[in-house]
């Protein structure tokens, strides 16, 4: 069975840095592009972030670009994602996902609450 855990999420105030993690099993974890989303109260999900395994190239929404970073170390088939300069709009759930291309999603795990308070 496919199992996703997403983790890392807390409160941080505006300017602050959290680190998610993704950790995946069920799945051949290289051969796959692992995104990451957010959905914010109210609003629909989006993706953020997602890095194509196969290559290690990556992809950002303009809304995180030179903030984030995603990365992944497959041996232990876990991403990451590395936010920095946390602004309010930031507060939503995040959830990882795999995919055959970026931005993954095709499937998806429990999600990490992040909160940002200015």
């Known amino acids: 069975d496919v199992q996703l855990q997403a983790s890392g999420g807390g409160s941080v105030q505006a300017g602050g840095s959290l680190r998610l993690s993704c950790a995946a099993s069920g799945f051949t974890w290289e051969h796959y592009a692992i995104g990451w989303f957010r959905q914010a109260p109210g609003k629909e999900r989006e993706a953020v972030a997602c890095?194509?395994?196969?290559?290690?190239?990556?992809e950002y929404s303009d809304s995180v670009k030179g903030r984030f970073t995603i990365s992944s170390d497959i041996a232990k088939n876990t991403v990451y994602l590395q936010m920095n300069s946390l602004k309010s709009e930031d507060t939503a759930v995040y959830y990882c996902?795999?995919?055959?291309?970026?931005?993954?999603?095709?499937?998806w795990g429990e999600g990490t609450l992040v909160t940002v308070s200015s």
């Open positions: 996902g795999p995919g055959f291309a970026c931005p993954g999603g095709d499937m």
């Open positions: 890095i194509e395994n196969r290559d290690g190239s990556t």
